[in-house]
């Protein structure tokens, strides 16, 4: 498998814009999260789905973040407006879920580079 | 949830083997704890876990107290690439999340 997929890898965009980061999750995982991390914070969870339905968003930050999951192997984060506050790195993990702790293993993918001017 | 305490940074010189602690004080019975690392500019990388026997793969071997109220992540002989910040997480007895706290960054001197 090639593992979590994110795209793009680096993103640029101006104050205001849409930004929309890719997640695809390794095939047959249940769970999907969305992190966010800053050198200020640390890595946070955004929110994650189970199924592809949301379980957790008390992460979220506020109504201009938005996450859908369409499929099993597509996901979605939204930001709309962006602002420069947003700028971070936002990695998407996934896993096989369950009850047992071997399932439970995260794994994460390379990461987006967000960038707001 | 429980919470870990690590320390803030370490440095191991390359070759010798690194001993990486944390606390979880609060720990319950069916809890796990977990081991990940972060190399620069890479997504957290998932190295080993376990309740309360030692456990060891290829990656490194993980000591867990008897009491379970802290736990030595160890790299028996450290290389340069091991080089990362090192996260340990409690893994909450429900619900699916991982609280990444500020782990420890270790730093291998050649």
């Known amino acids: 498998d090639a593992g979590v997929i994110q795209s793009p890898r680096h993103e640029v965009t101006e104050m205001g814009q849409e930004v929309t980061l890719r997640c695809k999750p390794i095939?047959?995982?249940?769970?999907l999260f969305w992190y966010r991390q800053t050198m200020m914070r640390g890595l946070e969870l955004l929110i994650y789905f189970n199924n592809n339905v949301p379980i957790d968003d008390s992460g979220m930050p506020e109504d201009r973040f938005s996450a859908k999951m369409p499929n099993a192997s597509f996901s979605t984060l939204k930001i709309q407006p962006s602002e420069p506050r947003d700028s971070a790195v936002y990695f998407c993990a996934s896993s096989l879920g369950g009850t047992a702790a071997s399932t439970d293993t995260q794994y994460f993918g390379p990461g987006t580079r967000l960038t707001v001017l | 949830d429980a919470k870990t305490t690590q320390p803030t940074s370490m440095d191991c010189a390359e070759g010798r083997a690194a001993n990486l602690p944390c606390n979880h004080s609060t720990i319950s019975g069916n809890e796990y704890v977990y081991w990940y690392r972060q190399i620069h500019s890479q997504g957290p990388q998932y190295i080993i876990h376990?309740?309360?026997n030692n456990e060891t793969n290829e990656m490194a071997s993980l000591i867990i107290t008897e009491d379970r109220k802290s736990s030595t992540l160890i790299l028996p002989h450290a290389t340069l690439r091991d080089t990362a910040v090192y996260y340990c997480i409690v893994r909450p007895s429900t619900g699916n999340q991982f609280y990444f706290g500020t782990g420890t960054s270790l730093t291998v001197i050649p």
């Open positions: 095939s047959g995982h249940d769970y």
């Open positions: 376990g309740l309360k």
